[in-house]
């Protein structure tokens, strides 16, 4: 009785609609759970991840509820789960390939850094794809059989009208959610694997398509002669290099470290009477360093991306969200790493320990012409070795050097370390400060992260030093951008000696300072540096160090150590800083009081506004030149455009010890110049993943064996992971020389 009154329920239109909604949902959850590698974490993500089919499928298959004729009803219906079906399958299939998801670009097939799918794809089909199709083809059956009837009763419009209601409630509901979790995730885009954990494969693939409908819009509707105005501020805003300075690190490695979140207040900061980063004070007090008092943070939405945008294309984040989610995949790049590259041969690679994906990385970095990305999957990425966005910085340090090492010289290579993160939490064992006591525990944390950062680059500079690369390589430190955010300041403010309730923007912006700090090889000339200057000038300044004229790019800052440098710092909400004055919104503060300048004198007046004229003209013609994507309109002599389809992040260990190969004893990476023994018994840590057991991940295992084709030298590696295993740790005892076969 039940089965037939279900039955009679599938033959209505309701009943069909139902049937097609349920088993939609529940083939993507299946796919979410068994296909996608979506990092969900808690009950919360996975009822996110549980509803966030049940907006799009109800609402797309919704639309056939107004259809007022049966047959047409059924088919329209029918058709769009088919398509909706098929967006579900190419996508599973791509992933199996990128590990990523399909952006409207892709599936147009515009796409200039992946291939999108092609016929060999295919091949990457399993079995278990079938049931992804499995409920269209026992549908097809269900008709044919007349199991399944259409009801050519049409479905009163109030009823379509309630059930689309329902859908966009469903979504907004989603959304809201999805915010709950990730604050901005709309605006800031950070990863297109959080839009798919939280709001589905279908809105990912909506927004996707409106985001780029928008930027295609800015884009078409630009010119060359959208340029001229660029090329004219540049050549204005162009500061020549100090002569004392220029090529003085010429050919030499470089190596940027990216501080997360690292302000510059905590450096020779004592909290109960201990240093809070004792290393860093040591290279910040050093003549070995040149290191900036007043270098500030300039980003905006895009956070760590805007700050890489930043120091490796001379060009500003958007206003709004970040340039490497919402443009970066299809924008033209003159990066460092291209300079480098074509200007010095420099090799490239980037060690970061979250997924590839995170701000839309292993798209940007290909336009950028990073050669390597050893992003997560290149380590063991056991839960005990993560913080919440990945590796622990002890661990990228330690695990990097096995990349590294093979890396042919001079490279350019950057970590983007990640433990100091909101809300800074990191596991008792990594503990070694007390916390601080506001209040606040991501302020009280903020000591304990930043304290562990320093340890782990302290281990990082013995292995420098150790290994030698200290003395041939530009080492570079910077803070990307705020730890504690200007409502945090109120807690903070007693530990500066201040008060929360004089706390001022003043204040906040002041707060803005990151470190920067440069190592020039055999330079004890360094010193604490005063003049301002911001991310934007990073670039001009390492190029010239390197002995490159910049004159032919298009960079908005300024060298630093040029005597012409323009010490105005915009921010990318167009306040700003100068040595004397902070500007926000319309109120002027005197640097040397903080007080407010009530009263401008007209010189006062004519300065402030020649400088604001100054940010708004760097801001607006960075926005124009990278929304309209007018680099694509300008290629300097003797550059060569970068083709993004001639970089891919995998198996990247193998191919950089296929270069080695190729080059036989002309190779000079570490590892050649070392008589082909590893350098790893040089790094020491007492990083406390590194005593247990744990067994390698399968990524480090694909990694390690799509590369041990390349004969011996991976014993070296096995041996020394089977000593790791046995917990022998790795003491210096066990130097290269002790334990090498050949
Ligand atoms: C993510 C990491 C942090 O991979 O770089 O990014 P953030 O949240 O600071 O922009
Ligand atoms: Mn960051």
């Not at 515009?110 to 499995?134: C, F, H, M, N, W």
């Not at 969200?321 to 790049?333: C, E, Q, R, V």
């Not at 800074?424 to 009280?444: C, L, M, R, W």
């Not at 020649?610 to 994507?629: A, F, G, P």
Request: proline share 4%; no cysteine; aromatic share 14%.
């Amino acid at each position: 009785m039940r089965f037939k009154k279900f039955h009679q329920f599938l033959n209505t239109r309701w009943g069909y609609f139902t049937l097609l909604a349920s088993l939609f949902w529940l083939k993507t959850i299946l796919v979410y759970l068994i296909d996608f590698r979506l990092g969900v974490k808690g009950i919360y993500e996975y009822f996110v991840l549980l509803i966030n089919p049940i907006a799009t499928t109800l609402l797309l298959l919704g639309l056939a509820l107004y259809v007022k004729r049966g047959v047409p009803a059924y088919i329209f219906m029918t058709l769009i789960d088919i398509a909706n079906t098929a967006l579900l399958m190419f996508n599973v299939i791509y992933y199996r390939e990128f590990t990523d998801f399909m952006t409207i670009n892709v599936i147009l097939g515009y796409s200039s850094v992946s291939e999108g799918l092609s016929t060999s794809s295919l091949a990457l089909l399993k079995p278990q794809d079938l049931i992804i199709v499995a409920d269209l083809i026992l549908i097809a059956i269900g008709f044919i059989t007349r199991f399944l009837k259409v009801d050519p009763n049409p479905i009163p419009k109030k009823q379509a009208v309630a059930m689309t209601s329902f859908s966009v409630f469903m979504l907004l509901f989603n959304i809201v959610l999805g915010e709950i979790s990730r604050p901005q995730l709309l605006t800031r885009t950070f990863d297109r694997e959080y839009l798919v954990k939280f709001l589905g494969l279908d809105s990912f693939t909506v927004y996707d398509a409106i985001k780029t409908a928008k930027n295609n819009h800015a884009r078409n509707s630009a010119t060359s002669s959208d340029l001229n105005k660029i090329l004219e501020f540049n050549k204005e805003n162009y500061a020549k290099p100090n002569p004392k300075m220029f090529g003085i690190a010429k050919g030499k490695n470089v190596i940027i470290i990216h501080l997360e979140s690292f302000q510059q207040f905590l450096i020779n900061y004592k909290l109960n009477g201990q240093e809070v980063t004792p290393f860093l004070n040591s290279l910040y007090n050093s003549k070995q360093f040149y290191s900036f008092a007043n270098f500030f943070n300039q980003v905006g939405q895009g956070k760590t991306s805007d700050a890489e945008n930043m120091l490796e294309t001379g060009t500003f984040g958007l206003p709004q969200g970040s340039l490497f989610s919402a443009i970066g995949t299809g924008n033209t790049f003159e990066a460092a790493p291209a300079i480098l590259n074509q200007t010095e041969g420099y090799t490239s690679a980037v060690f970061h320990g979250n997924n590839g994906s995170f701000w839309n990385r292993d798209n940007v970095y290909k336009n950028m012409g990073y050669q390597y990305f050893f992003d997560s999957s290149y380590y063991n990425t056991n839960s005990n070795n993560l913080t919440e966005y990945g590796l622990k910085d002890k661990l990228i340090f330690h695990d990097s050097i096995k990349y590294l090492e093979h890396l042919q010289q001079p490279f350019y290579v950057k970590y983007i370390t990640l433990s100091n993160h909101f809300p800074f939490t990191i596991d008792q064992k990594n503990q070694s400060i007390q916390p601080a006591n506001t209040g606040d525990a991501s302020v009280n944390n903020y000591f304990v992260t930043a304290h562990y950062l320093d340890q782990a680059l302290q281990q990082f500079f013995d292995y420098l030093h150790k290994s030698g690369l200290y003395d041939n390589s530009v080492i570079v430190l910077y803070g990307d951008h705020y730890g504690i955010s200007d409502t945090r300041n109120l807690k903070l403010a007693p530990l500066l000696g201040k008060s929360a309730s004089t706390w001022n923007n003043f204040d906040n912006a002041q707060m803005q300072r990151v470190p920067l700090m440069i190592h020039i090889p055999g330079d004890n000339n360094g010193g604490v540096q005063y003049q301002y200057g911001g991310e934007i000038d990073f670039l001009p300044t390492l190029l010239h160090l390197l002995g490159i004229n910049t004159q032919k790019y298009i960079q908005f800052g300024t060298d630093l150590f040029s005597p012409q440098h323009n010490q105005v710092v915009a921010f990318r909400n167009d306040n700003f800083v100068t040595p004397k004055y902070t500007v926000v919104g319309n109120t002027i503060y005197e640097n040397s009081t903080g007080d407010v300048i009530t009263h401008p004198s007209e010189s006062v007046k004519k300065q402030i506004a020649k400088d604001r004229k100054h940010v708004n003209e760097q801001l607006t013609l960075s926005d124009s030149l990278n929304n309209k994507n007018l680099l694509r309109y300008y290629v300097p002599k003797g550059f060569k455009p970068v083709d993004p389809k001639d970089y891919n992040y995998h198996n990247d260990f193998a191919k950089v010890l296929a270069r080695e190969a190729q080059l036989g004893n002309k190779s000079d990476s570490l590892w050649t110049l070392n008589h082909d023994k590893t350098t790893i018994n040089d790094y020491n840590s007492d990083a406390p993943e590194l005593q247990t057991t744990d067994k390698n991940t399968p990524n480090v295992e694909s990694a390690d064996s799509s590369a041990s084709k390349y004969f011996s030298k991976m014993h070296e590696y096995t041996g020394l992971m089977s000593k790791i295993e046995q917990g022998q740790g790795l003491d210096s005892s066990s130097s290269s020389t002790s334990n090498s076969s050949n």
